[in-house]
Each structure stands twice: as structure tokens, then as C-alpha cells.
């Protein structure tokens, strides 16, 4: 079956200690994104990329990092300058620009 | 930026009720979009609506494209214990290249026997 696949799906960390969140997707998917959700909140853009070995900040990029080398991968780096890192981070992809997001089931990074 | 506004934010149904939500927005949208999110789980699309004044339906479910292109609204007939989650809609401007979706604040839903 095609999907997104996040992994893993719990992440705990130490403050100050760089963490990579994985996200593989088999749709043949050009565009990939990166959202965030805190409690009560909507999801919030941190970067995306629309084709291999190029991507865009999001809304909240500050402290985050991406690379996409391959098509089926956009794996997402929090790094120690992200300020409140603790928070659940869903991958996502879609066929085209008019098309719906296709999300992944979600990581959950605890920073303490 | 764009703004969603949704509402209600949360609902306390009895089984077998309809629910009504909706979402508006400061600015025009060409698309509008709802998703289910279950707990720790990513949002499934629910339904997709893309011309205005457009009502779609997915079972129990209907969404309907404001007419103002500025709203939508979500109605769910004779819930069931299974709609339990948090309910998001999300639209989407079509400026630029990125063509990127605001996402409401979401709706959470309970449903009681």
C-alpha cells in the first residue's frame, strides 16, 4: 500500500542535542512538507520543498533544517536553536499543486 | 497573513445527534479542505471542495464551499461514537508558486452514548 511513513513514532531528547525526524513516502509525491502541532493550535508550516534538492521556509523555520536528495525523502533536523522543540510533527506530501495533503501518522519529540 | 477562524472549538454531542462547524476566513480561498485527526494520528482528508457555492458529501458527512468564498461549514448526520477526534479545515489561496494551506484552529468533538 502507498503511504507516508514517519519515524519513530515517539523521540525523546536532551535539551541542547540536535534531533533528525524521518519521513519516507512510496506515492511518487513531488512536494513534501513539514507541519507542527501544539495542543489547541492549528498545524503550522516549518518547510517544504516542491521537487528534489530544493525547499522553502515554512512560517516557523527558525531552528529546523530539511534536505531533499531523493524524491521519496525529506527528513526534518531540530537543532538546539529551536527554542520550544516538545511537540508533534506530521509529515506530509501531495501529487500536485491542486491536489489535498496526504499526511503521515506523526512524530512525538519530548525535549527535556 | 491569512487568518481561519473555526468554530466551535469543542462540542459535547449525545449519539445519534448532527453536528454542525464551520471556519471563515479574513481572505478569499479557492479550495477548502476538512480533515479528521484521531488521537496521535495524522489528519485523513474527509472531503475536498473546490468551486464556490460547491456541497459535497462523504457518507454522513457534508461540507459545503461558501458562496462568499470566504467560509465553509461541515455538517455531520447521526454521529456515532467513532467521530470522536478533532475535526480541521484548511484552505488554500492559490497565490505564488507554494500554493501553501492555512489550517484552523480545529474542532474537537465528543460524542456520548
Known amino acids: 500500500d502507498g503511504g507516508i511513513t514517519q519515524s519513530p513514532k515517539y523521540l525523546f531528547r536532551k535539551e541542547g542535542q540536535n534531533v533528525t525526524l524521518s519521513c519516507e513516502q512510496n506515492l511518487n509525491h513531488d512536494a513534501m512538507y513539514w507541519y507542527r502541532q501544539d495542543p489547541g493550535q492549528g498545524l503550522r508550516l516549518i518547510y517544504y520543498s516542491q521537487i528534489v534538492n530544493d525547499f522553502q521556509k515554512g512560517d516557523i523555520a527558525e531552528g529546523y533544517s530539511v534536505s531533499r536528495e531523493k524524491k521519496e525523502s525529506f527528513p526534518l533536523t531540530v537543532t538546539s536553536a529551536q527554542k520550544n522543540p516538545t511537540a508533534f510533527y506530521l509529515c506530509?506530501?501531495?501529487?500536485?499543486?491542486?491536489?489535498?495533503?496526504?499526511f503521515g501518522n506523526g512524530t512525538r519529540l519530548t525535549v527535556t | 497573513g491569512q487568518q481561519l477562524n473555526q468554530s466551535p472549538q469543542s462540542m459535547f454531542i449525545q449519539e445519534g445527534e448532527d453536528v454542525s462547524m464551520n471556519c471563515t476566513s479574513s481572505s478569499i480561498f479557492n479550495t477548502w479542505l476538512w480533515y479528521k485527526q484521531d488521537p496521535g494520528e495524522g489528519p485523513v482528508l474527509l472531503i475536498a471542495l473546490y468551486k464556490a457555492g460547491e456541497l459535497t458529501s462523504n457518507g454522513r458527512l457534508t461540507a459545503q464551499f461558501g458562496i462568499t468564498r470566504k467560509d465553509s461549514f461541515l455538517n455531520i448526520s447521526a454521529s456515532i461514537p467513532s467521530d470522536v477526534g478533532i475535526y480541521f479545515c484548511a484552505g488554500r489561496a492559490n497565490t505564488g508558486t507554494a500554493s501553501k494551506l492555512t489550517f484552523g484552529t480545529g474542532t474537537r468533538l465528543q460524542v456520548t452514548l
Open positions: 506530509a506530501s501531495r501529487r500536485d499543486r491542486d491536489s489535498p495533503l496526504h
